[in-house]
């Protein structure tokens, strides 16, 4: 039968059944208007030029748009093990809402995870364990330059703005925070009403589009800069170079966006679409980077200032370390971004492929400045799929002080993972300005939520630091971690990784680490 015979059968029987059904009974009107329907889609299907399946399957071939759509759902319901899926598994996921919500986070018969898989971790325990500190100890920020140090939980609210969250979820994150006693940074979406209004400690970040304190052209306005972070709740201030999601490019908020609102928390134009470039104007060197940190230390009122990258190229990062040795001045703190990603929407290419995983970063980060003698007077902070007390001891005993969680809060306040953030229809309000979807997300049920699960977490944390025989991070060692190379070996990260000594970049480099030292230029980003 001919494509021109097909479509003029299915159209006639269409026809046919909207002409019989109006001289039948209203029941026989009721069974025929689908017939109808089908007989239309199916003479579409026949004629449009878009999907090659519609053109060969009409009306059936939407089955096959219908399940891709529902594939994730399916995957994560119905198909996906415990501990398997990506990016957190049911089992991370499921913890997390147990202890946001109080109930039990304990699970019977022994573990489903394979211990003799290659790449399984482990921590060591101790044959004397310590007893567990009533009290959770904090993290001093503040170098030498600092005239106002914080002390800052061991784990906090990560960097998620105003605008790619909704109000709501803002507020929520925010009042756990307080609640809580640890600090919520503000992404670089501004400082906006609802960080402030809960009344807890924040983390101002800025980025490269210097929301809430730029200029009509887009440069750093140290005036606006000045005033926002005297507010007593600006407890921190952070200069973001790059995120795990999609390091080495900006971000794209579209115009229809910016409503008055995030125009007026942003400084930006309402309806225009708004860049943020993938690199910074307030610096070009090494030096100029540090310079401008010890900038915003000073235009805060001495409190801690530093910055937050994903880490690329160690010999880079070398070169900051020199310029703040020639410059006598260095930042408080540094979070080390993981490229295993975050809130932020990415393309799949960056997201896949670009940046270093939070571990080597740590341990970058964390031997160049022990190597550089610097250690003692910066923080480092580690962000990236930290969700449950054992991911906060790992990543201690790899170079972090402290530890943010993004997506981890996220479920929290009730987040399912649905992986919408950027479309504007998330499903449980979180990342929408919908307004119709940001009211189901009501502030005085997932605020304590969000309390609850990082009180919970970090008590985990200093019940396993307990039972591996240490009662403060400080006293945590790489020999304490151990992973799994095949199903006959495994190796403490003290054998797996090298570790410097203090200061030993300045008296006698080690080979592996010479050729960078030496070619690191604090006046130039040498690729």
């Known amino acids: 039968m001919t494509r021109i015979a097909t479509v003029t059968l299915i159209v006639a029987v269409g026809v046919l059944a909207s002409a019989a059904s109006a001289c039948l009974s209203p029941w026989w009107l009721f069974a025929a208007a689908p017939v109808t329907l089908l007989g239309v889609l199916g003479g579409w299907d026949l004629v449009q030029r878009r999907h090659s399946v519609l053109r060969n399957y009409p009306v059936l071939g939407h089955a096959r748009f219908l399940l891709e759509r529902l594939r994730p759902e399916l995957q994560q319901y119905f198909i996906e093990r415990n501990f398997d899926g990506r990016p957190f598994d049911r089992d991370v996921r499921s913890i997390v809402y147990e202890r946001a919500k109080g109930t039990d986070a304990e699970e019977p018969f022994g573990t489903e995870r394979d211990v003799y898989r290659p790449g399984h971790e482990f921590l060591v325990p101790s044959m004397a364990p310590c007893p567990v500190p009533k009290t959770p100890p904090r993290v001093r920020i503040g170098g030498p330059d600092c005239g106002r140090p914080y002390e800052m939980a061991l784990l906090n609210v990560s960097a998620m703005s105003f605008g790619s969250l909704s109000a709501n979820a803002v507020l929520a994150l925010g009042g756990g925070a307080a609640a809580g006693g640890f600090a919520q940074d503000t992404g670089e979406g501004g400082l906006s009403e609802y960080h402030l209004r809960p009344g807890g400690d924040l983390v101002w970040e800025v980025g490269t589009g210097y929301f809430g304190c730029r200029t009509r052209d887009g440069d750093f306005d140290a005036a606006q800069f000045a005033g926002k972070a005297a507010h007593d709740q600006v407890r921190c201030v952070s200069l973001k170079l790059s995120q795990g999601a999609k390091p080495g490019i900006g971000g794209v908020l579209p115009g229809a966006k ?43 009122g001495g409190k801690p200032a530093g910055f937050k990258l994903c880490v690329g190229s160690r010999r880079q990062f070398l070169a900051v370390c020199r310029a703040m040795l020639e410059e006598g001045t260095a930042p408080d703190f540094i979070v ?122 970090v008590a985990s944390a200093m019940q396993l630091m307990a039972s591996m025989g240490v009662t403060h991070p400080a006293d945590l060692r790489p020999h304490m971690l151990h992973r799994r190379i095949d199903p006959h070996t495994e190796r403490s990260y003290e054998q797996l990784y090298e570790w410097l000594e203090p200061g030993q970049l300045l008296a006698e480099p080690p080979q ?3 050729a960078d030292w030496e070619s690191a230029d604090p006046d130039r980003f040498t690729v």
Request: aromatic share 4%; charged share 20%; glycine share 10%.
């Open 258 to 300: 910016v409503n008055a609102e995030i125009a007026r928390v942003r400084g930006v134009p309402e309806g225009r679409t708004v860049v943020s470039p993938p690199y910074h104007r307030v610096f070009s060197t090494p030096r100029e980077l540090v310079r401008f940190i010890a900038r915003m230390r000073e235009l805060s």
């Open 336 to 457: 080390v971004d993981g490229a295993e990603g975050g809130t932020g929407a990415a393309p799949l290419e960056f997201a896949d492929h670009m940046g270093t995983p939070l571990t080597e970063g740590l341990l970058t980060v964390h031997n160049a400045l022990v190597g550089a003698g610097l250690r003692d007077r910066i923080r480092i902070g580690a962000s990236g799929k930290v969700a449950t007390g054992s991911d906060l001891v790992k990543r201690m005993v790899q170079g972090a002080d402290y530890a943010n969680a993004a997506r981890a809060m996220m479920f929290a306040v009730g987040c399912i993972q649905a992986q919408r953030c950027h479309t504007n229809t998330c499903p449980t309000g979180i990342t929408t300005q919908d307004p119709h979807r940001a009211r189901a997300l009501d502030v005085t049920d997932k605020a304590p939520r969000v309390h609850r699960f990082q009180e919970a977490t």
């Open 512 to 514: 592996s680490w010479a």
